[in-house]
């Protein structure tokens, strides 16, 4: 249900994440905020990191190391810039 989705937060500190939910309801928080605040450099799908972040937040869902949610095993991968 996935659907290959590429969503995560390369150079933040962490790629685990806590919150609400199971990992649809995580996927379909990241796909939101990534429709949200999607933007093109250098030809590359990017986000602004701080705005990722907050959205995130705002879902419920927050860095954390031991968080359930592994957006590498996932394979949720995006790059976002500062």
Not at 50 to 56: K, S
Request: hydrophobic share 35%; with cysteine.
């Amino acid at each position: 249900m996935l659907s290959g989705l590429a969503i995560a937060c390369s150079g933040c500190a962490s790629t685990r994440y806590s919150g609400p939910g199971d990992v649809q309801d995580f996927a379909a928080a990241r796909t939101q905020c990534y429709s949200i605040l999607k933007s093109t450099a250098d030809n590359e799908p990017t986000v602004d990191c701080g705005a990722w972040t907050a959205c995130l937040t705002s879902k419920g869902y927050v860095l954390d190391r031991d968080g359930q949610f592994d957006v590498d095993d996932l394979g949720m991968r995006v790059s976002c810039t500062d």
